[in-house]
């Protein structure tokens, strides 16, 4: 396959660099390629949101990423850093040597994600110990200033506690500490707030925002939510089918989105004060392509409305507008944005009548 | 029947639960709907929205005459729901849950899952009964080819149209849809929303849309019941509540609204902080008092009761007499 | 959790004194008590005398009640063939029974919980599908006859084990093989499941991404989770093994509970029988609450509620 | 009516065909490929049809009368041993009768006891299953109830006294066989029916006005007919086990009926110098309920959603 992604830049800096990364996984029915040809990176301090809608291959980067693939799955890459170590040359202990310690990761459903038969100070605890931080004295400190950071009040008596004892919101801030037991340099969320409610959400977001500052991590946020995204986000990366078809800061990713997916899922979300009471909202037909098997041309081609031949064919090169933007679709930009503006006015239109 | 009495009516309508198990334990109410007044008119969509626990889904089974209520009456077009025959109600109200996974039998049929309302009410003969599913799978958008699929060939969307299919099948008047899209991707709700307000105009329905999402209530309805740890606490129409919320939950609930608008940033949300209350052991008072940014004395001491405000109702300690009075 | 203790207590109860009437009922079953008591020649004049010297004239509730009187005071009666007291006959051989299922219970835990973590972890290799065929094949043999085959091959053929009695530990060796087939299976397979629900659920994941080590994701949070039903099971099967005892036990010999069931039941000597009955429920139930405390210990979702 | 109709399906989803055309197989052709490979079902399942066909057509395959003696052919060794004939392919047992038709007709009492007995036990144990889950409550407790005293009591005793007063008929086989195992039903429909319970097509089915019992026959019963056959099949093999125990200890069928359980007890006394007469009843009870368990777990292989092969 040729490689498309090789020479988008990156700094030596960067906590965690990927280029041309695939994960292939061996299913009854053949091969599910679930990540083709990714790239990414991130920096110290930085916010990268990959978002893209259910079987995207947005949780399987992350997983990759982290080494928790189960045997089904391949990873290669071009490129796999972090911190400047390639982790695909890396053993398995030296992989569980970094996680937990240099990247944490923090999953969708808090409740299920600790364990229930320990204690909270049990699970926070191991985790700096594991990683030869201290003893367990110093990882109850380390555990009780944790805690208050993340907003739990009477942290000392939490730590007595087992998660059922917590609410959803409440775990989640436990994971999000015991996450942090390590300072790691990386977190990386999985759909943080899916599981929890509309106000809890934004709680959980901010501190996380909060939290990077202070520790100045990186931070890969991973979800189906736009809404999120555009308000946390630095810099995009939006997933279709295994594929990052549009990258760029959440400015330019939401205030001219390049891609017709992107520009059609933008479309489907109501925004009070924008979208019109009661008109129709603008929708992607049809539904996500099944990923088994042999792969050619643009895998959104039979839901686009701009869909021509070429799009069938080969593949589809990614489109570089600047140093980090970039999109894959064979719509040059200045169409892109003319058919943007022609489908919004359209839109106005049906709502007006 | 009273043409003029709005199609669905609660006049203080109360559902309890006793919470604990075996004989030893010791009962706890649960409320999950106290005291809730509201009415529907004909025609309209009427959003019911709140945190989970807040009581939305019992209140949405009473409705649907799944759950009789523990204390108050639901009206019919006047008629107390209670005195109205179950089949009678099933003929003119049904659901559409959220889980479209759930929602439908996995070992049965499209053909035999959209026509179950036809088959328990005897409609028409086989022959029409097919027809009748034929016509309203045509309807809902779904290929006549899948009749005789099973759920588990189909994806979440479609799904979702065969439960709407159902639920249309006997042709009833309202829909109670308890969270229909939030199972579903962001471009399938798109289609499933569109779909709904299409067939409310084509086929004159009323709907009663629950929901946690706020951009989509402001979208659909016309008007809007905030509820919180199971009381009503704003019923107004979606113009009033949205562009000037009055209750500190409902704006509270607005604020935390994400759109993709990059220019705002994360919501500033500082009371709001505190934990969603255990419903089994709610604060004394006014229930959101603990999270409320303009709790006041008042508010921990006494449950307000319900006012007009405008044509809106409102349940709070900042509007009504006792502000007026002060 | 005291709520929780005297929930399973009133349950258990309940269950006791259901069990107990069934044990009871089961004397009656067998026909005619006083024609049986008064001899095979007596004459109905005679059966009737008989019939009112042991009080089995009264009402049948009368009767039962009067039975677990005196069971409780430790009178259960006598056996109709040696005219020993029930309660004697039963407490002499019920040792070397609770030794048999002991070592049973002890050999197939120790067969069972490896294999069966073994099993999930390597789930579709060639060691989950040696396990399964293991846990096919004990669950298919039947017992007898694989004691019969063993006194054979053993015994006779090789002379390598004695093939009666309970004189030395060697004795024990093929009894304890037999029995514990018919527990093992069961064992290996809920392990098995058990083992490979824990390890796709979301905290194990979570422990993986802290870094700890296979080992440490493997015996501290996966298994604690996983053996929770075998602890139910364990004890279940302990009840089980003292009751099926009695095919191993006759083929092989041993003079326990289970050989006294099966002679009583051929000789009818149903006062003996129905103590044993009511005896191993007894136990059962005893155990299945020792079980569901022990859980509660290991489960704070169930200590905490 | 009609214009509109076409008007808005066009703007409501606006689908071409291809978008929604169903790739994935029907459950029933899922079943159908799955069970083509899966090893151990077909040998399971060839093996329990071959005992079938033997034990129906037993009168026709069988070479000699299974109850005839002929004290002038006593034991005789199988046709692989010494003196073995091709008259009497398995040899003969102490009465001189033919092992080979004794071992076909036994196939009946087997099979009879192991299908009548799994199956009344599923329908008793189901229904109390799905009763108890349905209702909940106090309906619940009672069942569980039920489920424990069950527990509680030691089966093969309580089988062999029933047996040892009523005899060791047939049908009385069946029926105490049968009240011994109907509780893993009613455990596994229990805790089924509890979570289909919940599902929403059970408040759809409910909301569209069916009454209780329609909505137990007809949503929640098929959901578990799986379970039952497994169950079934697993519990039909411990029948077999059981009736073999019984009749080995003289409480099953009496003889000289042809009960394979019996036929290891009549060749015990033989077993140290004419080992066959224990191995091959022995043999054939082992085989046959490995086979119906390998069918068993076929069947629960081939149904489980997600598919473990």
């Known amino acids: ?353 | 029947m009273n043409a003029d009495a709005p199609v669905l009516e609660c006049r203080d309508v109360s559902r309890t639960f006793m919470i604990g198990k075996g004989p030893f334990v010791q009962k706890k109410p649960l409320r999950a709907v106290q005291d809730v007044s509201l009415s529907i008119e004909r025609g309209e969509v009427l959003a019911v929205v709140g945190e989970s626990g807040c009581g939305k889904t019992t209140l949405a089974k009473m409705l649907l005459g799944l759950l009789p209520p523990s204390g108050g009456e639901i009206f019919f077009e006047g008629v107390p729901l209670s005195s109205v025959d179950r089949n009678a109600v099933s003929r003119r109200i049904q659901p559409v849950f959220q889980d479209p996974y759930s929602s439908l039998n996995p070992r049965k049929t499209l053909a035999s899952i959209i026509s179950l309302p036809l088959d328990v009410h005897k409609i028409g003969t086989p022959e029409e009964r097919k027809r009748r599913v034929e016509e309203i799978m045509e309807l809902v958008g779904l290929p006549r080819r899948l009749l005789y699929s099973y759920p588990s060939q189909l994806s979440g969307g479609q799904r979702q149209r065969v439960a709407i299919a159902r639920a249309l099948a006997i042709k009833p008047e309202i829909l109670v849809c308890d969270e229909p899209t939030s199972a579903l991707d962001v471009s399938v709700q798109a289609q499933i929303l569109n779909l709904l307000q299409e067939l409310r105009e084509e086929l004159n329905l009323t709907y009663v849309f629950i929901s946690h999402n706020l951009a989509v209530v402001e979208h659909m309805s016309s008007r809007v019941a905030v509820m919180y740890l199971g009381r009503l606490i704003e019923f107004g129409t979606a113009a009033q509540v949205f562009d000037d919320p009055k209750h500190p939950y409902t704006s509270a609930l607005l604020d935390s609204v994400l759109t993709p608008e990059p220019q705002y940033g994360l919501p500033e949300i500082t009371t709001m902080g505190r934990e969603f209350p255990n419903p089994l052991n709610p604060p004394p008072g006014c229930a959101f008092h603990p999270r409320c940014p303009k709790a006041m004395d008042v508010c921990s001491q006494a449950q307000p009761q319900p006012a007009d405000e405008n044509g809106r109702l409102l349940e709070c300690h900042l509007y009504g007499e006792e502000t007026a009075a002060a | 959790m005291a709520q929780f203790l005297l929930q399973r207590l009133t349950i258990s109860l309940l269950v006791a004194v259901t069990v107990s009437i069934i044990g009871f009922s089961l004397l009656r079953l067998s026909g005619d008590l006083a024609a049986e008591l008064a001899g095979e020649d007596a004459t109905a004049e005679e059966i009737a005398q008989v019939a009112k010297s042991y009080g089995l004239d009264r009402p049948f509730h009368i009767q039962y009640l009067d039975w677990v009187g005196k069971a409780l005071q430790g009178d259960l009666g006598r056996s109709l063939f040696t005219n020993e007291p029930v309660l004697e006959l039963i407490t002499t051989r019920l040792p070397v029974t609770v030794q048999l299922a002991t070592y049973s219970l002890i050999l197939a835990l120790l067969v069972a919980l490896p294999l069966g973590v073994l099993a999930a972890m390597k789930q579709n290799t060639w060691i989950d599908r040696l396990a399964l065929s293991i846990a096919v094949f004990g669950q298919a043999i039947p017992s007898f006859w694989f004691a019969l085959l063993m006194i054979l091959f053993f015994g006779v053929i090789l002379r390598w084990l004695p093939i009666s009695g309970t004189d030395t530990w060697r004795h024990f060796i093929m009894p304890t093989i037999t029995l514990s087939t018919f527990a093992m299976p069961q064992f290996m397979r809920l392990t098995r499941t058990g083992m490979l629900d824990v390890l796709e659920s979301d905290f194990i994941r979570t422990a993986r991404a802290k870094g700890l080590s296979p080992m440490i994701v493997l015996w501290k949070h996966a298994l604690r989770n996983a053996v929770l039903p075998v602890v139910s099971l364990a004890a279940v099967a302990f009840g089980f093994l003292i009751g099926g005892s009695f095919i191993v036990e006759s083929i092989f010999a041993v003079n326990g509970v289970g050989f006294l069931a099966l002679e009583s039941i051929i000789r009818q000597d149903f006062p003996v029988v129905q103590s044993i009955v009511v005896f191993i429920s007894f136990v059962y139930i005893v155990l299945t609450l020792l079980s569901d405390l022990i859980n509660a210990q290991l489960d704070p979702r169930i200590r905490l509620n | 009516m009609a214009p509109q109709d076409q008007a808005a399906s066009q703007t409501a989803n606006g689908f071409t065909a291809e978008e929604f055309e169903v790739e994935a197989p029907s459950p029933r052709e899922v079943m159908r490929r799955r069970a083509k490979r899966h090893f151990g079902l077909i040998i399971g399942g060839s093996v329990v049809s071959i005992t079938i066909v033997c034990a129906v057509f037993a009168p026709l395959i069988a070479p000699f009368d299974p109850f005839e003696q002929d004290l002038t052919r006593r034991l005789i060794n199988p046709v692989w041993g010494e003196g073995g004939t091709w008259a009497h392919p398995l040899g003969t047992d102490g009465f001189g009768r033919d092992l080979l038709s004794r071992l076909i007709f036994g196939a009946r009492i087997s099979l009879t006891i192991g299908f009548f007995a799994a199956s009344i036990a599923a329908v008793v144990g189901s229904i109390i299953g799905m009763i108890g889950g349905y209702f909940g409550g106090r309906v619940d407790a009672v069942v569980m109830y039920l489920i424990n005293c069950k527990l509680a009591l030691p089966p093969i005793l309580v089988a062999l006294s029933v047996v040892s007063v009523f005899g060791g008929t047939i049908p009385v086989l069946i029926a105490v066989l049968a009240a011994l195992f109907w509780d893993r039903y009613a455990v596994v429909t229990r805790s089924v029916t509890q979570q289909i319970r919940n599902q929403d097509f059970i408040a759809a089915a409910q909301a569209a006005g069916c009454s209780k019992s329609r909505i137990i026959l007809s949503e929640v019963l098929p959901n578990l007919t799986n379970q039952i056959i497994v169950i079934a099949s697993l519990e039909m093999a411990v029948a077999i086990l059981v009736e073999a125990v019984l009749s080995f200890f003289g409480l099953g069928v009496q003889p000289p009926t042809p009960s394979w359980g019996l036929m290891v007890s009549e060749g015990r006394d033989f077993m140290f110098f004419k080992p066959y007469l224990i191995t091959i009843p022995g043999l054939a009870i082992f085989i046959l309920v490995i086979a119906i368990n390998m069918m068993g777990d076929g069947v629960r292989d081939i149904t489980a959603p997600e598919g473990r092969n």
């Open chain 1, 1 to 353: 396959m040729t490689n498309d992604t090789a020479n988008i830049p990156y700094s030596d800096e960067s906590i965690l660099a990927v280029r041309g990364m695939n994960v292939d996984i061996r299913v009854p029915a053949g091969t599910l390629h679930a990540v083709t040809n990714s790239a990414f990176h991130v920096d110290r301090g930085e916010t990268l949101c990959i978002v893209g809608e259910s079987g995207c291959g947005k949780s399987i980067t992350s997983l990759a990423v982290m080494g928790l693939l189960p045997g089904n799955a391949t990873v290669t890459a071009d490129v796999l850093k972090f911190e400047g170590r390639d982790l695909l040359s890396m053993s398995q202990k030296q992989l569980s040597a970094l996680r937990g310690n240099r990247m944490g990761m923090i999953f969708q459903d808090p409740m299920t994600s600790l364990n229930p038969v320990y204690t909270i100070g049990n699970q926070m605890q191991e985790i700096y110990v594991r990683h030869g931080k201290g003893n367990a004295a110093q990882a109850k400190d380390r555990a009780i200033y944790l805690l208050e950071k993340v907003g739990i009040t009477a942290a000392e008596s939490r730590l007595g506690q087992y998660p059922h004892q917590l609410s959803g919101g409440l775990r989640q801030r436990v994971m999000i500490a015991m996450m942090l037991m390590n300072d790691p340099v990386l977190i990386i969320a999985d759909e943080p707030t899916t599981a929890l409610d509309v106000t809890i959400q934004a709680q959980i977001l901010h501190l996380l925002a909060d939290l990077q500052k202070e520790f100045n991590m990186a931070l890969i946020l991973i979800t189906h939510d736009l809404g999120v995204v555009a308000r946390i986000a630095d810099r995009v990366a939006v997933m279709y089918a295994g594929y990052m078809v549009e990258t760029g800061s959440s400015d330019e990713v939401f205030n001219a989105p390049m891609h017709p997916y992107t520009q059609g899922l933008i479309d489907c979300i109501p925004i009070p004060g924008k979208t019109e009471r009661g008109a129709l909202l603008g929708s992607i037909p049809g539904i996500v392509p099944a990923l088994v098997g042999d792969q050619e041309g643009c895998m959104f081609r039979n839901r686009c409305d701009f869909a021509q031949e070429v799009c069938g064919t080969g593949i589809i090169e990614r489109k570089a507008l600047g140093e980090q933007r970039g999109y894959r679709c064979v719509i040059g930009p200045e169409q892109a944005q003319a058919n943007l503006q022609a489908s919004r006015a359209q839109a106005a239109v049906a709502a007006g009548e």
